[in-house]
Structures are given as C-alpha cells and as structure tokens.
C-alpha cells in the first residue's frame, strides 16, 4: 500500500458537555493577555478572523517546547463548565496562525465542551524561534506534544482524554505526534496535506529520482552561500525544477 493510502484518519469524539459554574483558570492573564510569567503584550481584541463565541472564553498563554522555543498559543474554554473536560491541540494550515482557521475550530470546539489550545508552530506567528518561517516538521511535531504538555497540566483538563485535531500541512506532524506519544489519545485531520513528502518529492511525487539529487545539489551549494553571507536565504518549501533539469 502507497504511504498516502496508509496514512488513514483515526477519529476521536469524546465530547463532554458543559455545564453550569466554571472556575477561572489559575495563573492565566484576562483574555487578551499572556499566561502568568511570560512576557510581552497580548494580541488585540479584533486580531483574530472569526467571532469569538459569546460562551467561550479565550486566554492568551504561552509554553516552551523541549528545543527551548517558546511556542505562542490561544486556549479556548466553555465559560460554563465544570469537572474535567476532554481537550484538543489544535494547528495549521502549514505557515498559517492561530488566529485563523486553527482558532476557528479552537472556538467552535470550545462551544461543545471542550478545552482547546490553538497555537502557533515555532517559527511562525507569535512563537519564538531566531530564523522565522522556518519549516521544520520535527519541531513542528515536538511543538504537537508541548501542546499536550500544557494541556494537561491545566486542573480542569482530563489527561486521558487529551487528543490533537490538525489542518492541512501540519497533518502529518500531529500523526507522527500521535504515533510517537501515547498520551494523545486520538487525532483528526482537516483537508490533509502530507507535507513532509512534498518538501522531499516534490507536490504529488512530480520530482523524478534524478531531479530530487539536483534539489538536493542545489540546496548544498546555497549552504555555502548562506555561510559566506551569514545570512540565510528565503524560499519556497518546495524548490522548482525546469524541464532541463536545472533548478532556478
């Protein structure tokens, strides 16, 4: 079977239905501000792209991952709930930011009970990380199980019922999270992307055997230049191949 084929969807529900009297969450800032201890200025109020949902709350925190990159996220929790509640992790599309569609879902998911973590992947948006836009899917997948690291360090969160929902390219990151941390407990995909591949064979496979030593060439011999400059270059993560098997 082709490793497309393979990567098949595994489904979670789970839900939790909130209910009456929920307590603030300790150590969080008001709803636009940073968690407790973490420094800088919040977003503003109209920064994100949806309507934040008038029973759901939204807190701006702030977490490290294990290569020490403080990764920026939004958690989302029912105003009114109460006990411990099933929670999600939530990014992407790749390059894409937490006030957009991964905050949608956040939201909506939130409204239906759940505590949910949308969050920015290192290198992008309001998460740390020197050289930005930086795709990098072991840190991406890392950045996966922080995530659940924070998640279920939250008092009103049930750590066996913490799952990951991901969008487009960072698919394939929060499935080999999964894979590789039991503690994630399910995962879904939205639009899946396996982006992983495409950065090694180009979209749909399209570069032959010979064209991904060319990429590979060319990649090499702008790490010199990158290292003769001191700077690094900037560029898509997919490096285009002219018929004369040349790249640009």
């Known amino acids: 079977m082709e490793r497309r084929k393979a990567l098949g969807l595994i489904a979670g529900t789970g839900a939790a239905t909130a209910a009456a009297s929920f307590t603030a969450l300790p150590a969080f800032g008001e709803e ?35 290569y020490g990159i403080e990764v920026a996220g939004d958690l989302y929790v029912p105003k009114n709930a109460r006990g411990k ?80 929902q991901a969008i ?3 698919s394939g990151m929060a499935l080999t999270a999964a894979a ?9 995909t939205a639009s899946m992307y396996d982006m992983s591949r495409s950065m090694s064979r180009g979209h749909e496979d399209f570069y032959t055997r010979e064209q991904r030593q060319k990429v590979i060439d060319y990649l090499s011999r702008q790490r010199w230049t990158d290292a003769e400059t001191g700077t690094f270059a900037r560029g898509s993560h997919e490096v285009l191949v002219r018929a004369s098997e040349q790249t640009w």
């Open 168 to 170: 487009c390219g960072l």
């Open 85 to 164: 509640l099933p929670a999600l992790a939530l990014s992407g599309p790749f390059g894409a930011v937490k006030e957009q569609s991964s905050g949608l879902y956040a939201n909506e998911f939130a409204r239906r009970g759940y505590v949910a973590l949308a969050f920015d992947p290192s290198f992008t948006g309001e998460s740390g990380g020197t050289v930005r836009d930086v795709g990098s899917p072991d840190i991406y997948t890392e950045d996966f199980s922080a995530a659940i690291n924070f998640l279920g360090l939250q008092k009103i969160v049930d750590r066996e019922r913490i799952g990951v």
């Open 32 to 66: 636009s501000g940073r968690a407790g201890g973490a420094t800088g200025q919040g977003k503003t109020k109209d920064a994100c792209t949806f309507a934040l949902d008038k029973n759901v709350k939204r807190t701006s925190v702030r977490f490290k991952n294990r």
């Open 180 to 188: 590789a941390d039991s503690r994630i407990k399910a995962v879904a």
